[in-house]
């Protein structure tokens, strides 16, 4: 299939600021208009999307792919085929994986296998420093070159030294520096927010200061670095107004959060749901309703799955002793659709957060539905309800504590490269 035309959707791209029902028309993988076809085009196939939303594909901050080393939660096959199900057409893939991702080629390979699977594309992140122990540098200019675009550490660098150089070498490097906040030794053993319903359960608190103590010392170097840099998974609503400072000082700084963060807080772990055992921690009703704000109001700028699925045992044990993280790619636009109901947000608003600013904090030509560029297309019934089951997620992961959630808006047809790699109808 070389030409395609997608006709009568509401067309909503956040980039071009575009919200109208109109046609899209693609050829050799590519959008070559919207409105009218060109006089010589002939589309071999029509998708009718007339009720439908089409809009680009999602762009995802972090998606843990489980592959290599934990192939027994996820493979790139499962999660991207998941990640395209969900309307998701790019994802970022941490550095944290086993191997890590610290030479050109473990990324490669990432990549491959990824182009292999003919579904989500695949963008890794490259480590900061050798096998994220916090002490060498990684070779970041060879990293770059093997296709990461981005570095991250994934883990605290306890010597503020090393830290101030691997900021100097990525600004050197013209690389976007993905940051997450952790004190190194501040609720190191902790698996709950610090407060009184942690106090309650008798679980081990982590406390604000550990995100908020890393956000004030990266900005310090990122000032001194001249570095560009995005902070991940910001959990806490002191470190949303830090970041929100720095953004109208002139610092290039950017942040995200995850959707869950914006839905669960830590009284969702009151019978020990070890669905909700997340790092960052759930935290407060104060922080989710201040995480809600910086979308609107400055100092979070994306929303991310972090995606992290794992296999059922992970989820059995006592509420400490569980493995952390949600299994988020099926529910990453669902949640959106909700929250955009919750807060009276318009759509173009709301997928702008999952499309063209993720896509702008990397600095890719993605999440959007301009001429010339790859038609990597999500097509959505906003007025679709549905219930998240088991039997309905696409991941290879079922930890999620949206199970029995009622959504409404599910994903018709995916596009990647102008190819349909999913729908929902066939």
């Not at 046609?23 to 009718?48: C, M, N, W, Y």
């Not at 959504?407 to 929902?424: D, E, H, P």
């Amino acid at each position: 299939m070389t030409t395609l035309s997608i006709i009568g959707g509401r067309v909503v791209d956040p980039a071009a600021h575009l919200d109208l029902i109109t046609d899209l028309h693609i050829a050799t993988g590519k959008i070559i208009a919207v409105g009218k076809p060109p006089s010589d085009f002939k589309a071999e196939r029509q998708i009718d999307a007339q009720q439908k939303i089409v809009c680009p594909g999602l762009v995802d901050l972090s998606v843990r792919l489980r592959e290599p080393g934990a192939e027994h939660k996820g493979t790139i096959i499962t999660e991207t085929r998941a990640a395209a199900s969900s309307g998701i057409t790019t994802v970022c893939c941490p550095p944290d994986t086993n191997p890590v991702i610290d030479i050109p080629a473990v990324a490669e390979l990432l990549q491959q296998r990824a182009a292999h699977s003919g579904m989500a594309k695949v963008l890794p992140l490259a480590a900061l420093t050798r096998g994220l122990a916090g002490e060498q540098l990684a070779e970041m200019g060879d990293l770059k070159e093997a296709g990461c675009v981005a570095v991250s550490n994934v883990l605290p660098i306890v010597n503020t030294e090393v830290l101030r150089y691997a900021l100097e070498y990525a600004a050197n490097c013209e690389l976007t520096v993905f940051i997450h906040p952790r004190e190194p030794w501040l609720g190191v053993h902790g698996c709950a927010h610090e407060g009184a319903v942690s106090t309650r359960l008798g679980l081990s608190g982590i406390p604000e200061t550990t995100e908020t103590i890393e956000v004030a010392r990266h900005l310090l170097l990122i000032e001194a670095t001249g570095v560009r840099a995005h902070f991940c998974r910001l959990s806490t609503a002191r470190a949303v107004e830090m970041v929100k400072h720095a953004q109208t000082q002139g610092l290039h700084v950017t942040a995200d959060v995850s959707a869950h963060h914006l839905f669960l807080t830590e009284m969702d772990i009151n019978n020990y749901n070890s669905q909700c055992h997340v790092y960052p921690p759930l935290r407060t009703q104060q922080d989710k309703a201040a995480l809600r704000t910086g979308l609107l109001q400055g100092g979070i700028d994306a929303i991310c799955s972090d995606h992290q699925p794992h296999e059922a045992d992970a989820k059995l044990s006592p509420f400490a002793m569980t493995a952390m993280g949600i299994s988020g790619l099926d529910t990453l636009l669902p949640l959106c659709l909700h929250l955009a109901e919750e807060m009276s947000m318009d759509l173009i608003t709301l997928l702008s957060y999952v499309t063209s600013k993720p896509a702008q904090i990397l600095g890719i030509d993605a999440g959007t539905l301009a001429v010339g560029q790859a038609a990597d297309i999500c097509i959505f019934d906003p007025n679709d309800s549905w219930q998240l089951a088991p039997e309905n997620m696409h991941s290879k992961g079922l930890n999620s504590p949206f199970l029995g959630w009622e959504f409404k808006g599910r994903v018709i047809y995916t596009l990647i490269n102008g190819k349909v790699v999913y729908t929902l109808c066939e």
